[in-house]
């Protein structure tokens, strides 16, 4: 298939069409919502499917001699990537150093809903990929935060200037480390990888099934989230800051490439790998800064990861990836 | 019906630091508190809601808490400490109670 008919093949997806109706309603002002609570559910739903399935999936395999080459990758561009990304928002834009360190945090951690994506598109392609790239999502989560961290306070000429309570960063590590979404993610992977094909018989139809159905409603509501964020909080951003969210995942994207050339993935493993580092998070990082960095804008950081990121990332990102990892694994 | 006049301490936090507020109040050994959702708002930092988020990172909650007047700086101090750098409010007001010895 050519990079246009997977774009093509992408954007006509149930997948897409429902974010595109959640997007088109709430800019058009719509009554239609999502419940917290329900919203809430299929993030957990979410996390809980996608981890089991990974974990089921290594039982399966067993585990490949490349994983921890794989994973010491995926930390490293978790790692690098703010720093790329502080220094381009400090060179185009005028944002604030704590601004642009919450900002980069978000570009070098992950989107769970991005990976869920491309997963979806790859079964679609007959594309097969490595079922431990759950777990390397996972622990691509935090290290980003941290280079962040690292960055601000640097910048900031010391640990503590501010007013308020000092931070310890050892709880800190603990609460972020700790997140809801992480430790789902995780648990439930590592709950796949202990019960196997035992365990996916025993939920098959809650986390098989229904899975495609699930994420659909759920990009529906992140199509509301995400025009409710165009909305609200695009003015609060300049053309260089929106040119930022569209080019960076490209230049993540680039890196994690190099990166895969030396890994031996698949080449679904390589485009997972490759949507990892080009996604950003809007979910563990937003709540990670508003503790580690309370200072920075969330209209600034949510809008552009969710706001733009995540619609050029899912309509025209994810067919390219995969045509990138075809590309240099085919 | 004889009432005693305590001070209501109400605390508004952004939803990621709630658990700080909660251990530092356990640490003051407050006697009691209340934590109570909260839908939707606007502040200095703009508006929200509690359904248009994806993780909790922009919700808000409320802890509401009833001291005796003599404790109020002891425990507002150390909780402004936390608040101050987050998005928040804190309020102290009076409030009349019918069991005094419960603050």
Known sequence: MSGFDLAIANLLSPMVLFFALGLGASLARSDLSVPEAVAKFLALYLMMAIGFKGGVAVARSGIDARLLGVMLAGILLSAVIPLIGFTLLRLSTRLSVVDAAAVSAHYGSISIVTFVAATQTLITLDLPFEGYLVAVAAVMETPAILTALVLARRAAGGPERRQGEPQDFGSLIREIGLNGSVVMLLGSFVIGWITGDRGMKAVEPFVGQLFFGMICLFLLDMGLIAGRGMREGLKALSWPAIAFGLYMPLISAALAALACLALGLSAGGTALMITLAASASYIAVPAAMRLALPEAKPSIYLTLSLGVTFPFNLALGIPFYVWLATLIKG | ?103
Not at chain 2, 68 to 79: L, Q
């Open chain 2, 1 to 103: 019906m004889q009432t005693f006049t305590k001070k209501r301490i109400a605390i508004v936090i952004e939803q990621p630091a709630l658990n700080r507020v909660l251990e530092k109040l356990d640490q003051l050994a407050v006697t009691g508190y209340t934590v109570y959702p909260v839908i939707a708002g606007r502040g200095r930092e703009g508006s929200w809601r509690a359904d248009g988020m994806v993780s909790d990172a922009g919700r808000m909650v409320s802890v509401v808490c009833v001291c005796d007047p003599a404790k109020v700086d002891t425990i507002v101090e150390p909780i402004f400490k936390i608040v101050s750098r987050q998005v928040g409010i804190i309020t102290i007001s009076d409030c009349e109670v019918i069991r005094p010895d419960h603050f």
